[in-house]
């Protein structure tokens, strides 16, 4: 009997999702800047949505939009299909026009689920294809995630980025690393269980040769409006960067996410 319910306890755990879409999981973008550890559930699919007003120093404000389609194709797997057109000002572009922006291809993979002291660990790759204006040829990121626990509630997220651009143009990097530091809380837990807070600390090196890396904080609020769809807003500032690297004075950024 001891083995027949120790078999069903493994084996309930092994078909409950990965993920669903939830206010306490997280993607790049909604709202901050780093992903969790975990992967969309096997056969579910999401669609999710971002719009951002940034300031970037010395140039106008900036509009974009970030939207994103994934599907869980695999147990603990998933790829995702994204665009970003925007207008006006941007860091690090002179232009202000419209544009139609990348297009990006990823593909998600979790390894393991977090036990005990040990983190949860995943990696992601992405594809951007030079659909935009001005582009530089396709270009790639290669992510490593870890989620661990932080005391009873929280939870740390460690992403470090490889970032390429094989045409980079003179007087551009071809490769540039990037890192960030993220941590999530549900706010009002064990009272309520319906929203995250989400605070981020990152730091990417300068796109440009000859300057520095950009250091950058944001706060930002996930909340479950249906069982499966979410919103999100967000607040983000780059603090500093070094030898003239092009950064945002202020950026907010509000989104919605649903799953099917």
């Known amino acids: 009997m001891r083995r027949f319910l120790l078999a069903a306890v493994v084996t309930a755990l092994w078909a409950v999702p990965a993920r669903a879409v939830d206010h306490n999981n997280l993607d790049a973008g909604r709202p901050l800047g780093f992903d969790d550890a975990d992967s969309l559930a096997f056969g579910e699919q999401a669609l999710e949505f971002g719009l951002g007003l940034g300031w970037p120093r010395h140039r106008p404000l900036g509009l974009d939009l970030d939207a994103e389609y994934l599907y869980g194709f695999a147990r603990n797997s998933h790829v995702s299909l994204g665009f970003d057109p925007s207008i006006g000002g941007r860091a690090g572009e002179g232009g202000t ?51 661990r626990q932080a005391g009873q509630y929280g939870q740390l997220h460690l992403n470090v980025d490889l970032n390429g651009q094989p045409g ?13 530091l993220g941590y999530s809380r549900p706010l009002g837990y064990p009272t309520r269980f319906d929203t995250t807070g989400v605070a981020m600390l990152s730091v990417q090196a300068g796109r440009r040769s000859g300057t520095g890396p950009v250091i950058g904080i944001g706060v930002g609020l996930r909340r479950q409006v249906t069982v499966r769809s979410v919103l999100d807003v967000g607040l983000q500032t780059d603090l500093a960067g070094a030898n003239g690297a092009p950064r945002d004075r202020l950026r907010i950024v509000a989104g919605y996410s649903t799953g099917f």
Do not use: C, K, W
């Open 168 to 180: 980079a143009g003179r007087g551009q990097r071809v490769l540039y690393p990037g890192l960030a």
């Open 97 to 147: 026009a419209f544009d139609v922006g990348n297009v990006s291809l990823g593909l998600f993979h979790n390894f393991n689920r977090q036990y005990g002291g040990m983190p949860a660990f995943s990696v992601r790759g992405d594809v951007f294809l030079p659909t935009g204006r001005d582009p530089e040829g396709v270009g790639f990121r290669l992510r490593g995630i870890a989620t």
